[in-house]
């Protein structure tokens, strides 16, 4: 049983340091912004750094990959990225068909152009 909890300890302090503490946060938002129109300044403004930081992610991924995707071409990881822009787009605003493209997109990219 001890030999359980001490396997189990990473996973314990990962939930306590890094799940809890942000569900909080969005308990907190959820509770704040309840009353809220969409329209008001502060869901505009809250919707546009969460737009904002979700591209300074995908931009830091595509340009300073590490790991298996740095061995894939700049051009096929911007033109994945492309490519899966245009299926969301084309997919009525689909998140699901953006994603499968683009990984698709990715994977055909790197197998022809290593």
Same mark, same amino acid.
């Given at each position: 049983?001890?030999?359980? =909890?001490? &396997? /189990? !300890? ?6 306590? @340091? !890094?799940?809890?503490?942000?569900? %909080? ?5 959820? @509770? +704040?912004?309840? !009353? /809220?129109?969409? &329209?008001?300044?502060?869901? %505009?403004?809250?919707? +546009? ?7 300074? @992610? =995908?931009?830091? /991924?595509? /340009? ?13 990881? =911007? !033109?994945?990225?492309?490519?899966? #822009?245009?299926?969301?787009?084309? @997919?009525?605003?689909? %998140? #699901? ?18």
């Amino acid at each position: 049983m001890k030999e359980a =909890i001490v &396997d /189990l !300890g990473p996973y314990f302090v990962l939930i306590l @340091v !890094g799940f809890l503490p942000n569900e %909080v946060w969005r308990l907190v938002g959820l @509770v +704040t912004a309840r !009353g /809220l129109s969409e &329209d008001s300044e502060l869901v %505009v403004w809250s919707r +546009t750094v969460a737009t904002a930081l979700l591209a300074g @992610v =995908i931009a830091k /991924l595509i /340009l300073f990959s590490s790991g298996e995707l740095a061995g894939v071409a700049l051009p096929v990881r =911007i !033109g994945a990225a492309a490519f899966a #822009f245009l299926i969301f787009l084309a @997919v009525k605003r689909s %998140v #699901f068909a953006g994603v499968l493209a683009g990984e698709a997109a990715l994977l055909l990219g790197a197998y022809f152009f290593p």
